[in-house]
Nanobody, 125 residues
Framework: QVQLVESGGGLVQAGGSLRLSCVASGRTFSRYAMGWFRQAPGKEREFVTAITSSDRASVTAHADSVKGRLTISRDDARNTVNLQMNNLKPEDTAVYYC????????????????WGQGTQVTVSS
């Protein structure tokens, strides 16, 4: 089973960019579908984006609120999944979590059983 560690969060002005990374331990990273979720204070954890495992055709999915601004990618050689965040908005402020599951990806956080510790993203207006 992999373990996940996120990095790259911080404070940025509206319209700015950040790149989050999630590094996985273990040698079976390519078998895992990966997702990014976020949780703002007082709100439920919500889906941001996800990507299939590398043993399947590459497919990604994005929440409507982030389409065209946030992009997921994976680098199996580095056991890493990245989240490039452009044109950030104050409503993107949240703790961002990466998650992993065997099989196809899911847009529901309930279907992921491996989580990182989260990284804070704050967007000022």
């Amino acid at each position: 089973q992999v373990q996940l560690v996120e990095s790259g969060g911080g404070l940025v002005q509206a319209g700015g960019s950040l790149r989050l990374s999630c590094v996985a331990s273990g040698r079976t990273f390519s078998r895992y579908a990966m997702g990014w979720f976020r949780q703002a204070p007082g709100k439920e954890r919500e889906f941001v984006t996800a990507i299939t495992s590398s043993d399947r055709a590459s497919v990604t999915a994005h929440a409507d609120s982030v389409k065209g601004r946030l992009t997921i990618s994976r680098d199996d050689a580095r056991n890493t999944v990245n989240l490039q965040m452009n044109n950030l908005k104050p409503e993107d402020t949240a703790v961002y979590y990466c998650a992993a599951r065997i099989g196809s990806f899911s847009v529901s956080y309930l279907n992921y059983d491996i989580w990182g510790q989260g990284t804070q993203v704050t967007v000022s207006s």
